[in-house]
């Protein structure tokens, strides 16, 4: 529960080894101690000696995406002690496009990751959110999802189609006091993006987190980072699509 100053305190972490996740505890640990509940495929394997030096309390539950028949007795656990101010939906996977397109199974997994467990876990955040009565949801969404183009239409449709699927819920809450916070990142250097060429505008975890942190306090509904990106997004947008097929 956030203290009488508004600090944010107990953060739920779905994705929890997520470099942008982690990055945004260390940004939130700057303003003083947490708990840090990490949900992750394989709890017991992540790093968290960095995070208990700025003053974090670790806790670990067992959770994937992809297990949806799972994702209720996830947040029962979660939510078993006290309330939490902030749950991050950081989890997510980039495939492989070449592979992926021409393979129902592999696309099936990202979607499956990306989009069926986000939805879940957003609806299952939600009403824990609603019951206590308080708190922000961040969905990491990305300018991937704003137009569909030849290089990465796999993850880009799941990242639509989550980003939708947000931007419903935060009509669906516009009188209560849980707020849902949509974050656009484009080329992020973390391990998911390792080994890629950089993207013009790309960004450090960091910065994604610093924006992740402001727009949490503010209550600021959609997040670009950086700021420019929701320009690029508007010209993307408008492209005729033979532009697309080399982009
Ligand atoms: N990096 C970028 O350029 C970028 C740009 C825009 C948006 N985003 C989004 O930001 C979020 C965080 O990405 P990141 O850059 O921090 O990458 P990251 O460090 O690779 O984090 C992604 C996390 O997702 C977890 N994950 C994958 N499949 C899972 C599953 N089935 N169940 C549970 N956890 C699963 C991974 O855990 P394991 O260790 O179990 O694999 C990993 O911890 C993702 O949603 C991503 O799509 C990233």
Known sequence: MKDAVGRIQRVLVLGGGSEIAHATLAALLED????????????????????????????????????????????????????????????????????????????????????VGAVSALTHATERLRTQGHGTIVVLSSIAGQRSRRSNYVYGATKAGLDAFAQGVQLALADEEVHVMIVRPGFVHTRMTAG????????????????????????????????KLRWVAAVLRALPAPLLRRA
């Open 32 to 115: 003083g101690p947490l708990t840090a509940i990490l949900a992750a495929r394989r709890p017991d394997e992540l790093e968290t000696a960095a995070l208990e030096r700025s003053g974090a309390s670790i806790e670990r539950i067992a959770f994937d995406a992809r297990a949806t028949a799972t994702h209720g007795d996830v947040f029962e656990r979660a939510f078993s002690g006290a309330d939490i101010d902030l749950v991050l939906i950081a989890f997510g996977v980039l495939g492989d496009q070449q592979r992926d397109e021409r393979d129902a199974t592999t696309t099936v997994e990202v979607a499956e990751t990306n989009f």
């Open 196 to 227: 890629l060429k950089g993207a013009p505008f790309s960004v450090s975890a960091a910065e994604v987190a610093t924006a992740i942190v402001e727009g949490a306090r503010n209550g600021t509904p959609v997040v670009w980072v950086p700021r």
